[in-house]
C-alpha cells in the first residue's frame, strides 16, 4: 500500500485516528508520520503527553508494517519499549519509523520522535508486532 | 502521602486526570488503580487501546512513587516498557505497581494491569522515572 | 518435563551450560534457577556481570518455556528487557521466573533476580520467546 | 577520549575484556566496535550467544559513553533492552551505538549489531547507563 491507499485504510478502519497524524513519507523500509500539536495532547507543564507520543510511535510501526503486508486489520502490537529523552515542547512533531525485521510471525521497528521544526530527538521507541498466520 | 491525598495532588495538578482512574488500594511499595471502562478507551475491534493501557501503567508508577517522594510533580518517565499478552476486552480494569526500586536519581515500578473482574492478566509494563535532584 | 528432564535436556544439548545454574524449584508456570558464584563471573569492582546476569534469566525463561512445551531446542529469544536495581555482590544469586503469556507464537516470561542470602532484588527481566509452528 | 585512549582505559580497569572487541570508529556521538568470532561465543545451533550480543551491546555504549564523560570506571547500566531479529552465523560481527542523549544523570545509546561482511542486522539494543553525579 502506498501513503493514500493506508489514509484511505484509516479512515475506513479507524475513523477517530484519521486526524491524529499524517503519513508524510513512505518507502520500502521506513515511514514518517507528521503529528499537529492539539492541546488536548498536553499534559500540566507543558510538554506533551506520554500517552500521545507512545500512540503515535505505535501508529507509525502499525503503518509501516502495513505498508507491507497489506491491510490486515489483525496485527497487534505485542511489545513497546519507550525512552523519553527530552521535554517535547508544544509543537508539531514527527516520527520516523524504520522496518528492523519482517518476519513471519514477527515484525520489529525503530521509531524516533522528534519536533518537527528542529528535528530535536525527544523519543525513541521499538515497536513489535505479531502478525497473524495467513489464511489459506 | 495516603490515597486521600494523591487523589488531591492530582485534582489539583492533573484535573483533566482525575476521572481517569482511582487509587483502590495503597501500602509501602504497592499501589492498585481501578481504571472503569469508557468507550473512549475502545479501538476497533473491540479491545482497550494500547495508549489506555500504556497511561495507566505509567500513572500507577507516577502515583506510587509520589507517594513516597512526596508531592513533586517534576519526577519524569525516562523509560516505558510493556507487553501486551491478551487482548483486554471492553470492560473495567485494574493496575497493579509494586515498587522494585526507590534510589536517588531512579524509580523502577513493575505494573501489571488486568481484567477487574476475573484478574486475568492482559499487559504488564516496567515503568523508570527520574527523580529531581532535592533542592537543598 | 520436570526439573530432572530439564537438567538431562540441558546436559545432552547445551554441554557447556549445565554447570551454570541448578533449577531449584518448578511448577506449572514458574521456575526458579541457583546460580553458584564463581570468579568467572565478576567485573571490576567486584560486582556479578551484567551479561551473567542476562545469561541467567534468559534461562529462567527458556526453561520455563521448555518445561510447559517439551524439548523444542528450537525456541529464540526475540526480546530482553532488564532492569539493574542494586549491584550484585560476589555471592550466590537465584533467579525466579513466572509465565505471563504461553500463546502459540510467542512467550513472555518475568524474571526476578535477587541475592540468594537475602532475597535482595538486583535486577527484573522481561523475555520473549519466538516458539516455533509446530510440525504437522 | 580517543580511540586509544578508551583501550588504554579498558586494558588498565577491565583486563580481561581488552581482546573482546576492538573500537574502530569513534565520532563525537557514534562508535563502531569490531567483535571478532570465537568458539566460546558459539551456543548449539552454530550461532553467536544471547549474552555475547548483550555484552557487545553494553560495551559499546559504555564506552561511548566514556569518550564523552571521561574515565569515569563508575557509570552503570541501568536498563538495557534487545530485540534479536536474525540469527547471527559463526562470522565477526560489528556494533554502532548512537548517543540518544546525554544528560547530568541518564545516558541513552541505541545500538545496531551486525554481521561484519554483510552488514546485515542482526540485533538491536536500547542502553541506559546511570552516571554518578560529579565530586565537588
Known sequence: MNADELHRFVEEHFPQAQDFCQV????DDSIELHL???????????TLSG???M?????AAYLLILSRIGPVALAVTTNLNINF???PSAEDIVATGRLLKLG????????HIALAATRLLVAQATVT????P???
Open 85 to 87: 529523552v527530552r521535554k
Open 24 to 27: 508524510s513519507q513512505l518507502t
Open 129 to 132: 508486532y505479531s502478525i497473524p
Open 134 to 136: 495467513a489464511k489459506s
Open 104 to 111: 513471519k510471525q514477527l515484525a520489529v521497528v525503530e521509531v
Open 36 to 46: 499537529r500539536y492539539r492541546e488536548a495532547y498536553l499534559r500540566p507543564g507543558g
Open 55 to 59: 500512540g503515535l510511535a505505535d501508529t
Open 51 to 53: 500517552p500521545t507520543l
